[in-house]
């Protein structure tokens, strides 16, 4: 049975594996997720088979505890919208690091009591480690689901919250020092360890504006995936270790490749408060006002030219204009305009953002280009039209060493022949910072909820 078990542990492995390469690629991607999807069910239903787990007589609970659970995701998930996307990835990720971390709290309460007579010095440790970042990413991820979902302000600061932040952070590690490698360890000193972690998670999240969620979002799902892999190890689960290592990885990854795009290291990332309200950003003077257009200028603008490049970002997310912007896509390529869509890695809410709302619209994969394929083709590019987007096209960027963002690649929209501006308002984006592109000479601001403009600019194109 052992041998068994093991083989499709194995094959569960290689499962995960492929089904992530799969996922590197939109065309791909739902493919790879039925792929890791099915390593999962045969490796939770191949753990009712090792030893001890059905002697226990809990097997009622634990198949209760599937149903209700797979119940309330399959439920929230076919109803959440698209729009609402990225708060769900952050407390669904926020689960994995709490069921990790209800995994260390289970065995290191058994060693409190004397009951846990299998668990070595290793073992232990590792339980503490895994229910220490387990837990920071359950608390952490609560509250940048609060936050994406706007039942909490977007940022919360305390007096000196730093130092309160490294003190927290000191007593959590020598707390938890003491239980790994302690003999004597008591019921109530792991209750105080948890409540540490949970707590540090919750301070060290709750000064993080929006401008940063994309990479405080993924850095979450490595410390889930790192906190399962470490249980995994305590559980002597291979599945767990393997899923674990995979996501974990992944995660760092994704979250290197997300700090790199705002070319910012990730200590700047938690305790710097960029994106926040919490601080006023000194810019330098800004030649030039806000020039408005109407939308039927802009229409035409767009009708006659020959290549057109659209720049979305949370704004369109927020309007839910996806389907409008495909409509307005379609309409002018049926007039000849070469259309593409221009993508920013950290535009939206979560890695991916744009990509997954504009797949849902129907937008072809061919037509929808990163930054380092687009970026030099933006001189060549009659109308620029951008939506919703603010801090991933700014100028100054490149152009003031000052700027918070300086040395931040951004999308290129201002060396284009034309730049048109789909804006609610007049105000900054989520850093503070004023966009330079909004005063520039050829740009063209088009003021009003991002659905309803680009519903206007369709009703133009259609009277031509």
Known sequence: MSTFIEIVYFSTAVLFILGL?????????????????????????VAFLEP???????????????????????????????????????????????????IAAVELVKLASGKASDITETTQVLAVLGGLIGAVSFSGSAIAYAKLQGLMRKTFRLPLHGIVNLLLFVATLVTGAYIGFGDAVSIELVLVFFVMTLLLGILLTTPIGGADMPVVISLFNAFTGL??????????????????????????????????????PISNVLFSSFGSASGAVVEESIEGSMKETEATDAAIMMA????????????????????????????LEDRGVTVKFA????????PGHMNVLLAEAGVEYDK?????????????????????????????????????????????????????????????????IENHLFYADNTRMLYGDGQKAVGELIAGLKQL
């Open 304 to 331: 006659y030219a020959e290549k057109v490049v659209i720049i979305p970002g949370y704004g369109m997310a927020v309007a839910q204009a996806q389907h409008k912007v495909q409509e307005l896509t379609q309409l």
């Open 52 to 102: 001890g787990v059905l002697a226990h007589g809990n097997t009622g609970l634990i198949i209760l505890a599937i149903i209700v659970g797979s119940s309330v995701a399959y439920v929230t998930a076919k109803r959440v919208a698209m729009t609402d996307m990225p708060q769900m990835i952050a407390i669904y990720n926020g689960m994995g690091g709490g069921a990790a971390a209800a």
């Open 227 to 264: 906190a399962v892999a470490f249980e995994g190890f305590v559980l002597n689960n291979a599945a767990m270790i393997i899923a674990g290592t995979v996501v974990g990885s992944a995660g760092t990854l994704l979250t290197q490749l997300m700090a790199k795009a705002m070319n910012r």
């Open 368 to 432: 929808i280009v990163d930054i380092d394929e687009i970026n030099p083709e933006f001189p060549s590019v009659d109308v620029v039209l951008v939506i919703g987007a603010n801090d991933v096209v700014n100028p100054v960027a490149r152009t003031n060493p000052d700027s918070p963002i300086y040395g931040m690649p951004v999308l290129n929209a201002d060396k284009a022949k034309n730049c048109i501006v789909i804006k609610r308002g007049r105000g900054s984006g989520f850093s503070g």
């Open 343 to 350: 993508i920013h890695p950290v535009a939206g809410r979560m």
């Open 21 to 45: 390469k799969k996922m590197s690629s939109p065309v791909t991607a739902r493919n790879g997720i039925v792929w890791a999807g099915i390593g999962m069910i045969a490796a939770s239903l």
